[in-house]
């Protein structure tokens, strides 16, 4: 995602069957851009070690009800 930053892309991720996140680097930067889409909280990231255990962590962590 970083080498492509002048590119549009999004990555997706989804917990069970709902979309969670989406990730994508901000144009022109290697600043990495992840949205909660259930909160529609966003987060920034220059290390890309630290947004993978973010979104790891975002994703496999079980809900309370």
Same mark, same amino acid.
């Given at each position: 995602?970083?080498?492509?930053?002048?590119?549009?892309?999004?990555?997706?991720?989804?917990?069970?069957?709902?979309?969670? %996140?989406?990730?994508?680097?901000?144009?022109?930067?290697?600043? %990495?851009?992840?949205?909660?889409?259930?909160?529609? =909280? +966003?987060?920034?990231?220059?290390? +890309?070690? =630290? $947004? $993978?255990? +973010?979104?790891?962590? $975002? +994703?496999?962590?079980?809900? $309370?009800?």
């Amino acid at each position: 995602m970083r080498e492509f930053q002048d590119v549009h892309i999004t990555q997706v991720f989804t917990k069970g069957e709902t979309d969670w %996140l989406h990730v994508k680097c901000k144009t022109g930067t290697s600043t %990495l851009e992840l949205t909660y889409l259930q909160t529609e =909280a +966003v987060h920034y990231y220059e290390s +890309v070690d =630290a $947004a $993978a255990e +973010v979104i790891d962590q $975002a +994703v496999t962590t079980v809900s $309370a009800p």
